[in-house]
Antibody
Framework: EVQLVESGGGLVKPGGSLRLSCAASGFTFSSYSMNWVRQAPGKGLEWVSSISSSSSYIYYADSVKGRFTISRDNAKNSLYLQMNSLRAEDTAVYYC??????????????WGQGTLVTVSS | DIQMTQSPSSLSASVGDRVTITCRASQSISSYLNWYQQKPGKAPKLLIYAASSLQSGVPSRFSGSGSGTDFTLTISSLQPEDFATYYCQQSYSTAVTFGPGTKVDIK
């Protein structure tokens, strides 16, 4: 079964740091680009960052550029998101998602169950 | 960034109703349009990819259409398990963007 499991969320003070992890199983992790997507409480979905299969290409949303760092370890089938200088507006459920080419076009499938990050003093 | 809009933002419908949700992109995205379903407390689930292709395992009452800037998700006969929020997503650009969502609830 293809599965993604996030961990590492929690309560952190403004200005603090947190590292999220996403463990992949059931597919050849090293063959796929991966993404982080977040959802603030009661709000919609916001793409955060993406990383190519070999880490050659990395992209960030403007809202997190310079503060967040995406990385992966293909030997460990794991994706990471290092979040620094956290702000209240970073409070959200963070999902990891596989980028899959379907009919030659990208889609996100599957998604993990999400991990909640709360930034508050 | 490519902006995505959806209409309506919410709708109330009954079991058996035909439901149509519209998604519009701020520029042409060809068929790089996906639809997701999200239930409360759960992760989004891919329903439709490449504007009109049904993801494996998704019931055939779901269908998608459109290209360029205007797209539609249709549920031909609403079932109790379909009450959820639906998001469109453009994957034309590396910085993918999502629509604001359409919440479908019970009338």
């Amino acid at each position: 079964e293809v599965q993604l499991v996030e961990s590492g969320g929690g309560l952190v003070k403004p200005g603090g740091s947190l590292r999220l992890s996403c463990a992949a199983s059931g597919f050849t992790f090293s063959s796929y680009s991966m993404n982080w997507v977040r959802q603030a409480p009661g709000k919609g979905l916001e793409w955060v960052s993406s990383i190519s299969s070999s880490s050659s290409y990395i992209y960030y949303a403007d809202s997190v550029k310079g503060r967040f760092t995406i990385s992966r370890d293909n030997a460990k089938n794991s994706l990471y998101l290092q979040m620094n200088s956290l702000r209240a507006e970073d409070t959200a459920v963070y999902y990891c998602a596989r980028r899959w080419l379907l009919a030659g076009m990208p889609a996100f499938d599957p998604w993990g169950q999400g991990t909640l990050v709360t930034v508050s003093s | 960034d490519i902006q995505m809009t959806q209409s309506p933002s919410s709708l109330s419908a009954s079991v058996g109703d035909r439901v149509t949700i519209t998604c519009r992109a701020s520029q042409s995205i060809s068929s790089y349009l996906n639809w997701y379903q999200q239930k409360p407390g759960k992760a989004p689930k891919l329903l439709i990819y490449a504007a009109s292709s049904l993801q494996s395992g998704v019931p055939s009452r779901f269908s998608g259409s459109g290209s360029g800037t205007d797209f539609t998700l249709t549920i031909s006969s609403l079932q109790p398990e379909d009450f959820a929020t639906y998001y469109c997503q453009q994957s034309y650009s590396t910085a993918v963007t999502f629509g604001p969502g359409t919440k479908v609830d019970i009338k």
